[in-house]
């Protein structure tokens, strides 16, 4: 008998434990956003409120961002690598689908890169959007990395284009560690310029994959 894959399972098994726990919040509140309740309406609004904000500066998403994440022992106090990613993640994408009814987080969906390439293919200011993407590639502070996805996360909402959070937030995670940054940065890259051969959803790199609980924390 031919065994069937869930393709979400086997995505999922590609992510860190990070990364499982981003695409499992999100989606959720995402069912609950697109169903217009009243609760995922309510936490969507609060979270981006802190879009652009470090996580230890808003104590109030901590009750979103914080249960059942998956610590890891530290002897500092400055939040680690994956608490900023993660906050990151899920206030960028509160952004993303702010208003809109269609899913935005989409496990499987193009990488950054990829997306900003999709956008690119359907605006008529193309040079901006490359502009931008660059931008967001050459941004050495994590906060200049946020700013540059917060204005791109901006343009792809107004045109439905979704994103992999799961995937984002190891990406996220990866950017803030030296020997990995410049891998995230490459890759991505090489979504944006990549020919348009696959209806724009970008297939997993398994090749260029590292798995972000073999990091470090800070």
């Known amino acids: 008998m031919t065994q069937v894959t869930d393709p979400r399972s086997s995505r999922l098994r590609e992510l860190s434990r990070w990364g499982a726990f981003v695409d499992r919040r999100v989606s959720e509140w995402q069912r609950g956003y697109i169903r217009r309740q009243a609760s995922s309406l309510a936490i969507l609004a609060r979270l981006r409120r802190g879009v652009g904000k470090n996580v230890d500066e808003v104590p109030d998403l901590w009750q979103y961002t914080l249960p059942d994440f998956p610590f890891e022992t530290t002897n500092s106090d400055a939040p680690t690598r994956a608490e900023r990613a993660v906050h990151t993640a899920m206030t960028l994408f ?42 967001l590639g050459t941004a050495e502070a994590f906060s200049e990395v946020v700013h540059h996805a917060r204005g791109l996360i901006s343009q792809l909402r107004a045109q439905s284009i979704p994103l992999d959070y799961g995937a984002l937030t190891d990406d996220l995670i990866r950017l803030q560690h030296p020997n990995t940054a410049n891998h995230v940065r490459l890759r991505w890259g090489r979504d944006f310029y990549r020919a348009a051969d696959d209806g724009g959803v970008e297939p997993a790199d398994s090749t260029d994959h590292v798995n972000a609980d073999n990091q470090k924390e800070a």
């Open 94 to 135: 509160s952004l993303h689908q702010q208003s809109r009814q269609v899913e935005m987080h989409v496990p499987g969906g193009p990488s950054l890169g990829g997306a900003a390439r999709q956008l690119r293919s359907r605006t008529s200011s193309e040079q901006a959007v490359r502009r931008r993407f660059e931008a």
